[in-house]
T-cell receptor, first 114, second 111 residues
Framework: EPEVTQTPSHQVTQMGQEVILRCVPI?????FYWYRQILGQKVEFLVS????????KSEIFDDQFSVERPDGSNFTLKIRSTKLEDSAMYFC????????????FGSGTRLTVV | GQQVMQIPQYQHVQEGEDFTTYCNSS?????IQWYKQRPGGHPVFLIQ?????EVKKQKRLTFQFGEAKKNSSLHITATQTTDVGTYFC???????????FGQGTILTVHP
């Protein structure tokens, strides 16, 4: 079964550093998403991406965040200057163009900011 | 996506007992999706319901969509320890719309 692949699985970074979280969505999917889940809390939407541009973003997705699909296969989330409160599990998800398909999530990247 | 309320927030059962979680909306939903997240894992799509009164089964799991398309339920028959996790319902919006996760129902199964 096709998978969404995320790398790395764990990332530890110093506060103020930039991190790039990488995702390879399912190849024929058209819609891409980033979500995050702070430990013990619910999954929160960050951003959706379609046709090479952001289609929707949440209040969490401020100027320190950016997304890119640089080469038609990778989908990246960049956090420019990490803060302690950015520590969370970050999930990438993708969805096909047909309305009956559910969202496929990757296994996540656990980001720890120290 | 539209917001739905899900109950209960927590459920503890003995292995072999049945389990049901309910989702309710004040507005008519175009569709509803169910996901499961194991402890430490990622959300996994289970099913989508679209039609009024629809009932779908996946082995021990039975999903229902209400006649008015305002509520849905997931019923697990004879729970097993592998059923442990958080079950989420999400109201579908446009084909590209985001999922809005609630707290879900956290199921604990005691052996």
């Amino acid at each position: 079964e096709p998978e969404v692949t995320q790398t790395p699985s764990h990332q530890v970074t110093q506060m103020g550093q930039e991190v790039i979280l990488r995702c390879v969505p399912i190849s024929n999917h058209l819609y891409f998403y980033w979500y995050r889940q702070i430990l013990g809390q619910k999954v929160e939407f960050l951003v959706s991406f379609y046709n090479n541009e952001i289609s929707e973003k949440s209040e969490i997705f401020d100027d320190q965040f950016s997304v890119e699909r640089p080469d038609g296969s990778n989908f990246t989330l960049k956090i420019r200057s990490t803060k302690l409160e950015d520590s969370a599990m970050y999930f990438c998800a993708s969805r096909g163009g047909r309305a009956n398909y559910g969202y496929t999530f990757g296994s996540g990247t656990r980001l720890t900011v120290v | 996506g539209q917001q739905v309320m899900q109950i209960p927030q927590y459920q503890h059962v003995q292995e072999g007992e049945d389990f049901t979680t309910y989702c309710n909306s004040s507005t008519t939903l175009s569709n509803i999706q169910w996901y499961k997240q194991r402890p430490g894992g990622h959300p996994v799509f289970l099913i989508q319901l679209v039609k009024s009164g629809e009932v779908k089964k996946q082995k021990r799991l039975t999903f229902q969509f209400g006649e008015a398309k305002k509520n849905s339920s997931l019923h697990i028959t004879a729970t097993q320890t592998t059923d442990v996790g958080t079950y989420f319902c999400n109201a579908g919006g446009t084909s590209y719309g985001k999922l809005t996760f609630g707290q879900g129902t956290i199921l604990t199964v005691h052996p």
